[in-house]
């Protein structure tokens, strides 16, 4: 599984590699299919501001809430989030992430008709 390395990170509670569908190739954790779908739609209200803006791609998203935090990062089509406690030291999380956005490169592109 690609979030293998994802599991074993201190305060991790739920993880999501997301496609172009918005459906999680890969999933695990309470509320990881949540975090998919809203992920998914999050990105294209991003993407669509970015473009108004003529910001660029939407590379990075990342918030708060009283108990956790919700890191995720771009890879083309594809998004890998993380949903962590509170507190939790997002550096290393933020790392892996980045490191597994590199290997979904591979992935195959979707093709659109």
């Known amino acids: 599984m690609k979030l293998d390395p994802l599991r074993n990170l ?17 999933a695990y954790g309470e509320g990881a299919d ?23 791609d939407v590379t990075r998203i990342s918030f708060t809430t009283e108990r956790i935090e919700v890191v995720a990062v771009t890879s083309g089509e594809y998004i890998l989030g993380a949903v962590m406690l509170r507190g939790s030291d997002t550096r290393a999380i933020q790392q892996a992430l980045a490191r597994l956005a590199l290997d979904v490169r591979d992935l195959p592109r979707v093709e659109r008709t």
């Not at 201190?10 to 890969?26: Q, T």
């Not at 998919?36 to 003529?54: F, H």
Request: glycine share 16%; aromatic share 0%.
């Open 10 to 26: 201190p305060g991790v509670v739920a993880s999501a590699l997301i496609g172009p569908d918005g459906l999680p190739l890969d």
């Open 34 to 56: 949540v975090l998919a779908a809203e992920m998914a739609s999050l990105r294209g209200s991003l993407d669509r501001t970015s473009r108004r803006l003529g910001a660029g």
